[in-house]
């Protein structure tokens, strides 16, 4: 089966917080700079870009509850963790 290879990233937004659009921008840039990167490293053959490049999604989680909620043994890792 032949794989698509297209990357989707998502902005995740906490329900106490707004859509920031210098961090899509942000976002946007870092995606564009990894995939010109790949394609560098192997000459040409790189992923493609969903379009939209950086989708939104809202958490129906605050901002607190990421890191107030334990989630392996890590805590710096529990922000990451508890995406949803």
């Given at each position: 089966m032949d794989q698509d290879k297209?990357?989707?990233v998502v902005y995740l937004v906490s329900k106490d917080r707004e859509v920031r659009d210098d961090y899509q921008r942000a976002?946007?840039?870092a995606?564009?700079?990894?995939?010109g990167w790949?394609?560098?490293q192997l000459k040409g053959p790189t992923f493609k870009l969903h379009d939209p490049i950086v989708e939104v999604a809202h958490s129906s989680q605050s901002a607190d509850w990421f890191?107030?909620?334990p989630n392996g043994?890590?805590?710096d890792d529990w922000r990451y963790?508890?995406?949803s």
């Open positions: 297209t990357v989707r976002i946007e840039a995606i564009r700079e990894l995939q790949y394609s560098r890191y107030s909620h043994g890590n805590r963790n508890n995406r």
